[in-house]
T-cell receptor, first 115, second 113 residues
Framework: GAGVSQTPSNKVTEKGKYVELRCDPISGHTALYWYRQSLGQGPEFLIYFQGTGAADDSGLPNDRFFAVRPEGSVSTLKIQRTERGDSAVYLC?????????????FGPGTRLLVL | QQQVKQSPQSLIVQKGGISIINCAYENTAFDYFPWYQQFPGKGPALLIAIRPDVSEKKEGRFTISFNKSAKQFSLHIMDSQPGDSATYFCAASYHAGNTPLVFGKGTRLSVIA
């Protein structure tokens, strides 16, 4: 079946603008994760959803970042008043239930560049 | 605070050789240790994973060695091939399962013919 998909694949915006990044998880996966990967670094956790609710948002860097998953499937990561330091690849991953040692399947990421 | 430290940052190996990447962790609550492989422009993909109740796990040419007392684990790629050229990340998570993965900084592997 289809894997995790993310749109857009690339996004260029200007400092101060608002952006939305979309993630379509694998069908039937209830757990969804957002990570951010800066150049030359490993992915860093942002937020985890179990169904429609954010079970852990401890990785969100500040209140400019917000994510939703209203129907328990597609998720949108929203960034307000973007800053140049927000430039990174934003990765989404999903797993079947979020249970013990389940594989997290990653999408290809959205490359965000803030000018 | 970097919870998972990975080395080397980059590695060049001759085709047919053994690639070895090392990771060390600090938090003894970690009990799941996966390795991910990432090609340029793609998301990370699970390669192999281990739990701390075993010292070694082998899948094809890929082996994880785990040293619980030293809080270290490593990935060995036997008979390395040019197609193995990618960035490799070690990671760790807690037993609760729904906790996020904590990644190392990655190792860029180049296998040359």
């Amino acid at each position: 079946g289809a894997g995790v998909s993310q749109t857009p694949s690339n996004k260029v915006t200007e400092k101060g603008k608002y952006v939305e990044l979309r993630c379509d998880p694998i069908s039937g996966h209830t757990a969804l994760y957002w990570y951010r990967q800066s150049l030359g670094q490993g992915p860093e956790f942002l937020i985890y959803f179990q169904g429609t609710g954010a079970a852990d948002d401890s990785g969100l860097p500040n209140d400019r970042f917000f994510a939703v998953r209203p129907e328990g499937s597609v998720s949108t990561l929203k960034i307000q008043r973007t800053e140049r330091g927000d430039s990174a690849v934003y990765l989404c991953a999903s797993s079947r239930t979020g249970g013990l040692q389940e594989t997290q399947y990653f999408g290809p990421g959205t490359r965000l560049l803030v000018l | 605070q970097q919870q998972v430290k990975q080395s080397p940052q980059s590695l060049i190996v001759q085709k047919g050789g053994i690639s070895i990447i090392n990771c060390a962790y600090e938090n003894t609550a970690f009990d799941y240790f996966p390795w991910y492989q990432q090609f340029p422009g793609k998301g990370p993909a699970l390669l192999i994973a281990i739990r701390p109740d075993v010292s070694e796990k082998k899948e094809g040419r890929f082996t994880i060695s785990f040293n619980k007392s030293a809080k270290q684990f490593s990935l060995h790629i036997m008979d390395s091939q040019p197609g193995d050229s990618a960035t490799y990340f070690c990671a760790a998570s807690y037993h609760a399962g729904n906790t996020p993965l904590v990644f190392g900084k990655g190792t860029r592997l180049s296998v040359i013919a």
